[in-house]
């Protein structure tokens, strides 16, 4: 179970293959044919297929606690923090689009006592677009929006990349991670008065 | 096959299973143990799996559109249409919220030449929100935004909720609906001039 070249192998075939069949439609013997080696050798690397997906998703949380983590600790403004979290985020969601799906869609066929410390590792991670809110409405730069409900809908924004992305579509991850940041920044520090939106 | 009382509990039984397990991890056995019948039984009402799938990924699509189609075609000022076109989307997506989830996760399972035809009207429907956005960019009331980055952005955040509603959670769905519609629309219609939003 050492983490050599082989077993970081392993994952990126399978996190394509749970990524575009399913964890649950997807068996060892099909990893293992995708690595051109037999089922039993596969054995020698991993104990189980739920092994691997644990071993996928908590290099994705570490990926996106890596990158979003020190900007959410920073004393930046809350305009200027929530902008680059959401930078940091799409960048992950882009670079790393696989795993990001696979983190998104399959955890939840990992088993009940790895499915709880997963979902807390996913609420704290949720937290830090929580808190990075609450201090923009706290100091009155930010309207008075309820931080729950708009760090999920940014949040949801943001993963929903993960399954439209393209690295051959007309937009860059920068372009793509402005536009989202543009979108709910000016919704944020959006200036009263403003015209009534309907 | 045709569409008595019996046949719609097949899809609402199978349309918990799939949500929970996943539509790869559920057998026909299962979801006649479900219905506490025997799985021969459950085949006098379906020929197969696939086509529970397919009947409820079909169900789900048509409410969308029959709940939001409506306002998309009508005359309303871009604001106002848009605003009901969320508030339509999420009353299907907390009301029917086994079936949205199936529709928006599991439906990549159906075969080939289903698969193709339920994309064609996924991308149908989504056009009715980049289109409803680009009347509002043309007439000058909606900020010059991609529509259909923005689109995508939106229905990402919607189809967020089904994952995370409850029925017994802190918001209403007029709330939960009330407040998304408030959160893109202030973005779109912010009047400038705004303060730089970092």
Same mark, same amino acid.
């Given at each position: 179970?050492?983490?050599?070249?082989?077993?970081?192998?392993?994952?990126?075939?399978?996190?394509? %293959?749970?990524? +575009? #069949?399913?964890?649950?439609?997807?068996?060892? @013997? /099909?990893?293992?044919? $995708? =690595?051109?080696?037999?089922?039993?050798?596969?054995?020698?690397?991993?104990?189980?297929?739920?092994?691997?997906?644990?071993?996928?998703?908590?290099?994705?949380?570490?990926?996106?606690?890596?990158?979003?983590?020190?900007?959410?600790?920073?004393?930046?403004?809350?305009?200027?923090?929530?902008?680059?979290?959401?930078?940091?985020?799409?960048?992950?969601?882009?670079?790393?689009?696989?795993?990001?799906?696979?983190?998104?869609?399959?955890?939840?066929? %990992?088993?009940? +006592? #790895?499915?709880?410390?997963?979902?807390?590792? @996913? /609420?704290?991670?949720? $937290? =830090?677009?929580?808190?990075?809110?609450?201090?923009?409405?706290?100091?009155?730069?930010?309207?008075?929006?309820?931080?729950?409900?708009?760090?999920?809908?940014?949040?949801?924004?943001?993963?929903?990349?993960?399954?439209?992305?393209?690295?051959?579509?007309?937009?860059?991850?920068?372009?793509?991670?402005?536009?989202?940041?543009?979108?709910?920044?000016?919704?944020?520090?959006?200036?009263?008065?403003?015209?009534?939106?309907?």
């Amino acid at each position: 179970m050492v983490d050599t070249p082989r077993r970081q192998q392993i994952d990126d075939v399978a996190s394509a %293959l749970f990524r +575009d #069949r399913g964890y649950a439609a997807t068996s060892v @013997r /099909d990893i293992a044919h $995708a =690595l051109h080696i037999q089922g039993p050798s596969l054995y020698a690397h991993v104990a189980s297929k739920e092994d691997v997906l644990w071993s996928i998703v908590t290099r994705a949380a570490d990926r996106f606690n890596a990158e979003v983590g020190p900007i959410a600790a920073s004393e930046a403004p809350a305009p200027v923090k929530l902008r680059e979290m959401i930078r940091a985020h799409v960048d992950v969601v882009t670079s790393a689009q696989r795993d990001a799906a696979v983190f998104l869609h399959e955890w939840r066929f %990992l088993s009940d +006592d #790895r499915r709880t410390q997963m979902a807390a590792r @996913r /609420d704290a991670y949720e $937290a =830090l677009f929580r808190h990075a809110i609450a201090e923009g409405v706290a100091a009155g730069t930010f309207e008075s929006v309820d931080p729950r409900l708009t760090a999920m809908a940014i949040l949801s924004a943001l993963n929903g990349i993960a399954t439209w992305y393209s690295p051959e579509g007309p937009l860059s991850p920068a372009q793509i991670a402005n536009q989202h940041a543009d979108l709910f920044l000016r919704s944020l520090t959006c200036d009263p008065p403003r015209r009534p939106s309907a």
